[in-house]
């Protein structure tokens, strides 16, 4: 029987109309860092106290010196008060200076703010005092419309088609991300980021579909991780965009309005041909092979295109699909678990950019450059050790740089951020790897609820993260702590998983372990006993043995 990496192979493997795809694909994902962690920089503390505007009723002529000293108690430095000042009276100017006020209460109208500070959230909704902890709610807001997202788009896109939900994820990221720019309450704007990050996780989860059902079993990690590398440049794009424009309306409108430009998508990206063929539309995925037969300037000989059949046992898969079947259980419990270390230590490190001590967009900056390589590296990493090992490896790294900040003096800020840096290199490598793992260890039917079900597990931890962040109120190793002892233990249970390089993609829940490919077998066929053989040899071993 004609498997569909047969089809690939003849249009060619990743010819210039996978490129092009990828290119497509990944230029949207410049705008996600920005909807991620751009809050980050619309809510740089500022100094900021009570408004005690209502001594000026008995005192018109008081300097702001006078005002404050007479309105405000001092902390333990000698400071202002930022979150309490006296009470007001029912007194003369007079009776006020020679004794003074005595009781204090939270602020009761207010705060004032540096009149030379562009507008911020900070300022304009005003997230200080108690009303701090809203800046790390609304992060875990998004990150609760990247579940839904996750919960909707994953089983939608494989029962409708990975092209329409990108598109409408596309559209709803752009409606919603400029809405935001407008939202005259702060409660509206935590509604408006949960509708843009479902479309972010729409987004996401469809081109890791496309990215790796268009292309041969070598380019996988390769379409998957160019892809990611948009990711790393959006994110130092991130840190000048932020630096430049300062009012937090404008800087929203540029970090959203620009995905309107890939609405001409609608005509020029294709549907995943493997999509097709599974749902039994087997003329048009005829159609769009030859379509990318003919921009590769390759031909499909006819003989194999008329062997295009559907597979009159597949059917439509459901969440359910992935435990039903003892294999699937396990990739789906330990991948589950890995995305949720890798958002975990990702996302406490993403969001802690402000705490390290050091200038917050350099430390964005260097948080950025370092994605590029970390992706980079893993095209290389995953050819040359391995899935299993390579997501193993990258997790315990980057949970243990988190357990190490914990013991550096909070006096040591470039040694912190040093760590911090490794740290984001390592999950940000691990993070990428789960993508490509995760979407050769779970069949075509089901890859995208698969899929979907890890990212929503990862969704989880990006709500909690933010929310972990709180606890460094009570000490300031705690948050640190958590986010690396989750991908230490995630980084074992993954020496569980079978390993998948070098294998064909599965397309139904039948088979019970990843396939040798059919360009494998043959280079196999062909080659001595040399290193790349044995590993071949090892990997048809693993193939038979687990069957």
Wanted: proline share 5%; charged share 15%.
């Amino acid at each position: 029987m004609t498997e569909f990496g047969d089809f690939i192979s003849a249009l060619g493997e990743f010819g210039l109309y996978q490129k092009l795809l990828v290119l497509f694909l990944s230029l949207p994902l410049l705008l996600n860092p920005f909807q991620m962690i751009g809050q980050v920089f619309m809510v740089v503390d500022v100094p900021h106290h009570c408004d005690t505007s209502w001594i000026r009723a008995v005192g018109p002529n008081l300097t702001e010196e006078e005002q404050l000293n007479l309105t405000l108690p001092r902390d333990a430095d000698g400071a202002y008060e930022q979150c309490s000042m006296y009470s007001p009276v029912d007194r003369d100017l007079g009776s006020i200076m020679a004794y003074g006020l005595n009781s204090t209460e939270k602020c009761s109208n207010g705060w004032v703010y540096p009149s030379a500070q562009p507008p911020s959230l900070l300022t304009e909704f005003d997230l200080v005092c108690d009303r701090k902890d809203l800046n790390d709610i609304s992060q875990s807001i998004y990150m609760l419309g990247l579940l839904l997202g996750a919960m909707i788009f994953g089983p939608l896109s494989d029962r409708i088609g990975r092209r329409p939900i990108f598109l409408i994820s596309i559209l709803l990221q752009g409606l919603f991300g400029v809405g935001i720019a407008f939202v005259p309450h702060f409660y509206v704007y935590m509604a408006f980021r949960c509708v843009v990050g479902a479309s972010v996780s729409g987004i996401l989860i469809t081109t890791l579909a496309l990215a790796t059902e268009w292309v041969g079993v070598s380019s996988r990690p390769k379409a998957v991780l160019i892809s990611h590398c948009f990711v790393a440049i959006g994110q130092m794009l991130l840190a000048g965009l932020s630096y430049g424009i300062r009012n937090w309306r404008l800087l929203e409108i540029a970090g959203s309005a620009p995905i309107f430009a890939f609405f001409f998508y609608i005509r020029v990206l294709p549907e995943s041909a493997r999509w097709l063929v599974t749902k039994g539309r087997i003329e048009e995925a005829k159609k769009v092979l030859q379509k990318a037969a003919s921009v590769n300037k390759r031909t499909i000989p006819p003989g194999l295109l008329e062997q295009l059949k559907p597979e009159t046992q597949t059917k439509s898969g459901s969440t359910l699909d992935l435990f039903r079947k003892k294999h699937l259980q396990k990739v789906t419990s330990i991948m589950s678990c890995a995305w949720f270390a890798d958002s975990l230590v990702y996302y406490g490190l993403s969001l802690n950019v402000t705490s390290f001590g050091l200038d917050i967009y350099l430390t964005q900056l260097a948080f950025g450059a370092v994605e590029l390589p970390a992706r980079f590296c893993c095209i290389f990493l995953l050819q040359w050790f391995g899935r299993k090992k390579t997501q193993a490896v990258l997790l315990l790294l980057s949970g243990l740089m988190c357990l190490v900040i914990t013991g550096i003096p909070e006096d040591q800020p470039v040694v912190t951020t040093v760590l911090a840096i490794i740290g984001k290199f390592t999950a940000t490598a691990s993070f990428s790897t789960s993508y490509v793992y995760s979407a050769e260890l779970f069949p075509t039917v089901v890859r995208q609820t698969g899929v979907g079900l890890c990212s929503m597990s990862a969704r989880v931890a990006g709500i909690m993260a933010p929310l972990i962040r709180l606890l460094g109120q009570y000490h300031r190793a705690i948050p640190m702590a958590i986010f690396g002892s989750a991908p230490v233990v995630g980084g074992l249970l993954c020496v569980l998983l079978p390993e998948t390089r070098g294998t064909d993609l599965a397309d139904n829940t039948g088979a019970d372990a990843p396939q040798l490919s059919s360009r494998s077998l043959e280079i196999l066929s062909k080659r001595d006993t040399t290193e790349d053989g044995v590993d071949l040899e090892k990997d048809v071993y693993r193939c038979s043995e687990s069957k």
